[in-house]
């Protein structure tokens, strides 16, 4: 059964990875490189989880480590988007390439 090979969780842990650095280069709003932040996030939530649970099984770090990683994507998203929401309410756009002026 493919369920019980670490390999199928790996391959998905990598494609959630290639995707989220494919979409981190191809967007150009800061709310589809968010999202695309998120994918990476969750790759490497997965990648935890399934060494965690197929190759040390007596102690949960893998669990405490994903879950850690879901705390800070979620303070990352809330910070992310207030800065989102302040942006547009002053320069009524959020594409990035016309937000380059605001280098200090």
């Known amino acids: 059964m ?3 090979d670490p390999r ?3 391959l998905l842990s990598l494609f959630l990875l290639g995707c989220g650095l494919m979409g981190l280069i191809s967007r150009r709003t800061f709310l589809g490189m968010l999202i695309s932040f998120e994918l990476i996030l969750n790759g490497a939530g997965l990648n935890l ?3 965690d ?3 040390h099984q007596d ?3 893998g669990e405490a480590f994903a879950l850690f990683i879901m705390g800070v994507a979620a303070c990352e ?3 992310v988007l207030a800065i989102m929401i302040l942006l ?4 009524k756009t959020i594409e990035e390439k016309k937000l380059r002026g605001l280098k200090g």
């Open 2 to 4: 493919p369920w019980n």
């Open 77 to 79: 998203t809330a910070v």
């Open 88 to 91: 547009f309410r002053r320069y």
């Open 8 to 10: 199928v969780f790996q």
């Open 53 to 55: 649970r197929f190759f």
């Open 49 to 51: 989880m399934t060494v």
């Open 59 to 61: 102690l949960p770090r």
